[in-house]
Nanobody, 125 residues
Framework: QEHAMESGGGSVQAGGSLRISCEDS????????LGWFRQVPGKEREGVAA???????NYADFVRRRFTISRDNGKHLLYLQMNNLQPEDTAMYYC???????????????????WGQGTQVTVSS
């Protein structure tokens, strides 16, 4: 059952910024570990960032301090601020919440579920 809806994607030039959002209508939002993932056609989906209920954040190595994940529990919103975007960041971005016990980290994609439809981010050189 889909609870997440992503928005805010678009097209930018290299070096630009975007903030994408995810509205999660599922229960117990404030206590959930939430994450951002991305996928390019023909490749496996990869983890980008995750944020735990207490605000602890974890990022994939390739983010290199360019992206910031945050959440607004009152509005049931998850954000990903992306700066210094590069063409290799072009992908469909998905938000998700963790459903199985595991460290709240984007490397543990197997523990996440309830995928949304995604929002496309395209970066041109």
């Amino acid at each position: 059952q889909e609870h997440a809806m992503e928005s805010g994607g678009g097209s930018v030039q290299a070096g630009g910024s975007l903030r994408i959002s995810c509205e999660d209508s599922g229960y117990a939002f404030s206590s959930a570990c939430l994450g951002w993932f991305r996928q390019v056609p023909g490749k496996e989906r990869e983890g980008v960032a995750a944020i735990d209920h207490d605000g602890t954040t974890n990022y994939a190595d390739f983010v290199r301090r360019r992206f910031t994940i945050s959440r607004d529990n009152g509005k049931h919103l998850l954000y990903l601020q992306m700066n210094n975007l590069q063409p290799e960041d072009t992908a469909m971005y998905y938000c998700s919440r963790q459903h199985k016990p595991a460290t709240c980290h984007p490397d543990f994609q197997w523990s996440f579920g309830d995928w949304g439809q995604g929002t496309q981010v395209t970066v041109s050189s």
